[in-house]
């Protein structure tokens, strides 16, 4: 086994000589920072070139470049996010006849009395923004707080189709769709607009779209809007891209993180479902223990440094003569 130390510096090495201005060693799409969602790329490092090369993609950057197209053009991710939603919908009709079942109650045991609802995330859950993050890609541009705010203020993602049909059975049911976002409270009317524009259901009588920091006690942390809506409601489902859309105490290690899956498997896929989302979330803050301030190489480097590489054999004997 070679050590990852000299893995980084492969990955680097292949950086330098196939591009003459490499776009940072990766982009980084990070699913919070400090408590909010942005998207952080690698500003563009001017390298000196082993031999005349055209400008090109960063090989780190064309791998956000695949995960990009395939969450937004790829046949494979409409089937699977089609799955998963069928998924849902046959939970949600088994979990309207169990009066048992229940997602989430704080603890308090209370909910067998109580209307239906089901809890969703909205970006990439069921609003594909995949469209800024092609932005964000693009040599020269880096997705800030700021342009994140203008992307959502124009309140034009497209809807995520199974999302739609799953909400509105949903709502066809009887069961109050809650849509519980990480956006920050400021952009709740446009993200209201967005949501009504496709047709998702909401309900006029009452707030049923919870931004972060509409109350001071909703942070990044999700769990304080499930308490309060499990307070009136049966919370059937929680599905989301996001470990933290759909469970608690995801600020961990990658290995906590991989335990909370592996000591809950009864509950994924049943009242918890995930979307898929290479794009960014808090998988990626977990490989280097949430600072996302850290530079963009060490970034890099912590993620490799815990990816398992196998080695060509012949690689190996040539290092050893
Ligand atoms: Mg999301």
Request: glycine share 8%; net charge negative; hydrophobic share 30%.
């Given at each position: 086994m070679v050590s990852n130390s000299k893995n980084i510096a492969l990955l680097v090495g292949v950086a330098v000589v196939s591009?003459?201005?490499?776009?940072?060693l990766t982009k980084s799409l990070s699913g919070t920072s400090g408590n909010e969602t942005l998207l952080e790329v690698a500003e563009p490092t001017v390298v000196e070139a082993v031999e005349p090369a055209p400008a090109e993609v960063s090989p780190a950057l064309a791998d956000g470049l695949k995960a990009t197209y395939w969450a937004q053009r790829s046949a494979e991710y409409e089937a699977t996010v089609e799955a998963l939603y069928d998924l849902a919908r046959k939970n949600l009709d088994e979990a309207l006849e169990?009066?048992?079942?229940?997602?989430?109650d704080g603890g308090t045991g209370?909910?067998?009395?109580k209307p239906p609802a089901v809890i969703l995330d909205v970006d990439?859950?069921?609003?594909?923004?995949a469209e800024l993050q092609a932005w964000g890609l693009m040599p020269g541009n880096r997705i800030s707080r700021k342009t994140l705010y203008e992307f959502f203020d124009e309140a034009n993602s497209p809807a995520i189709k199974p999302a739609l049909a799953f909400t509105k059975y949903a709502a066809s049911k009887g069961v109050k769709v809650f849509y519980v976002t990480n956006?920050?409270?400021?952009a709740e009317e446009a993200t209201r607009r967005n949501l009504e524009k496709h047709g998702f259901p909401i309900d006029d009588?009452?707030?049923?779209v919870l931004l972060k920091e509409e109350k001071e006690?909703?942070?990044?942390?999700?769990e304080t809007r499930w308490a309060h809506i499990a307070q009136d409601y049966r919370i059937l489902l929680l599905i989301g891209d996001n470990l933290g859309d759909v469970a608690e105490?995801?600020?961990?290690?990658p290995e906590a993180r991989l335990a909370i899956v592996e000591d809950n498997r009864d509950a994924f896929g049943k009242t918890r479902i995930v979307i898929p989302n290479p794009?960014?979330?808090s998988f990626e803050g977990a490989a280097y223990g949430?600072?996302?301030?850290?530079?963009d190489t060490e970034k890099v480097a912590d993620m490799v440094s815990q990816m398992d590489i196998w080695v060509p054999k012949v690689e190996e004997e040539e290092a050893a003569e």
């Open positions: 591009s003459a201005v490499t776009w940072g169990d009066p048992t079942w229940s997602a989430y209370d909910f067998a009395d990439e859950t069921v609003l594909n923004h956006r920050l409270a400021p009588s009452m707030d049923t006690e909703w942070t990044s942390k999700k105490g995801i600020y961990d290690t794009l960014y979330g949430f600072n996302y301030g850290k530079p």
